[in-house]
């Protein structure tokens, strides 16, 4: 029989969280879960463990909710991202993504970004905003090349990380990887999406010479002697 020491504390860690931290905690969970239509003020309250009016206390209605679990995932993203970016060129990328707990922001970004509306609108926009922020970082950091055009770059890279997750279906039936999975960074599949993603981002899938070439074609002409 195992001893146990009475020194040693084996109930679970309280939930320190205040109750409108719970509420937009599980609401996030429901809307990775359920979707956005289905998910309902009753299903957050039974999540939480909370009452359907403590809902409405303090979030005032569906989409109040929905707009502070917006902001808590893009808070929560910008945040690992620039902590990661401001590291350096010496950044363990794989030990990186499994230490950031995502848990179900990937999840709950690919049901909402499906959905058109002035709501996900703003959250793309706060997405791509803290992206040039985090991107920049990268730049002084030293770990990614400078830009002439950071806002650009930094909403392409964000739609298509965007992208990615509304179509992780296909991505799971071609890579084998479900990037919605909370654990996905310690699932050996992982790998199939982040080498060629590291091999496109990181030197590039055009040579030097078309690159400079289609470059050279894209830039405005010069002005012409008169």
Known sequence: MRSVDPLEDTSPAPDD????????????????????ADTTVRKVAA?????PGSVIHHFGSMEGLRLACDQQVA??????KGEALSSG???DMLASLRSAEYGSLAAYLAQVLAEDSPA???????????AEVYLGQGVD?????????????AAIVALWSLGALVLHRHMDRL?????????????PAFLNYLRPAVEVMGTGLFTDAFAAQAKESLDPPGETDQ
């Open 89 to 91: 060129p010496q950044l």
């Open 47 to 51: 999540a939480a463990d909370v009452s």
């Open 175 to 187: 890579l084998g990887v479900d990037l919605t999975n909370p654990d996905v960074a310690a699932d």
């Open 141 to 153: 950091s030293g770990m990614l090349r400078p830009t002439d055009d950071p806002r650009g770059r």
């Open 120 to 130: 996900v609108a703003k959250l793309v926009d706060d997405l791509v905003a803290d």
């Open 75 to 80: 808070a929560a993203i910008r945040d690992r």
């Open 17 to 36: 969280r205040t109750t409108r931290a719970r509420i937009r905690d599980s609401a996030i969970s429901c809307f990775a879960k359920h979707g956005v």
